[in-house]
């Protein structure tokens, strides 16, 4: 087995090799002066099984690019096989058609990947678990639930906690933790009037005197959250904190939440944090190095990776 990575979270990437035992692989990803991307796979890897780390994060495109082309240079060198490792999947939100003539964004990326060259996946909190099937290869979604757990359990007395979904699509996967919880459940009814904006309706339970943990795959803007902590303060909550996979933190994110009533955010480091999220007073990184690494191990050992979960 080897891993490589492309530019987007090197970090994970090595802490994966760590929980391993194993040297990140040797790969060179570059600019050519237009910009185009050269990769360059510095060691040999003909008959190896091939694990590529790549989260298709921002700048989203230029990091899908060199996941393909990292792809194809793997397949090119004789790769016995390739597992497309993207802690984080890029273009998820576009699943369906949100109306008349419109893209399955999700799907092209899908078939990209594929086409490529990929002959797995393996990936984490899929915006809509229904995702895997865009791709006609194996795809492994694995759940960040066990560790955001023993996270909460570490830092909540769990007689008091509440757990929320922010949105109504997001019930599913808040009553998965709420039930590994054994806690309540609230909703926050959000109507978004706008694309990128958000506005809270309504909540859904009564979260009077309760330490809110708001549950999501994905903070983007930070709207959806920051605003439903609001919601839940008004309705008397005692205290919000909020538990997202994937730290998307796009433009003014970051101040949104450093500047919000958020107790907390606890994101995974499934997006490489920038320096400003390192740096924000209530934003704290748990990470997923140990449950992919352990996904990757029972991968190439053939090994059931659903029994990760039970
Ligand atoms: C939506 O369906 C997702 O689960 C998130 O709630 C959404 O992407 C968050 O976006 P934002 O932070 O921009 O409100």
Redesign the pocket.
Known sequence: MKVFAGNSNRLLAEAICNYLNLPLGRATVRRFADQEIFVEIQENVRGEDVFLVQSTSFPTNDHLMELLIMIDAMRRSSARRITAVLPYFGYA?QDRKPGPRTPISAKLVANLITEAGADRVLTLDL?AGQIQGFFDIPTDNLYSVPILTRDIKEHYELENVMVVS??V??VVRARALAKRLDCQLAIVDKRRERA?E?EVMNVIGDVTGKDCLLI??????????CNAAEALLKNGATSVTAYITHG?L?GG?VARVTSSKLKELVITDSIQPTTAVQSAHNIRVISTANLIGEAINRTSQEESVSSLFD
């Open positions: 939100r915006h922010p949105d699509g997001g990128g958000s999501d795959d994905i903070v983007d803007s930070g709207g959806t959250l998307v796009s994110a």
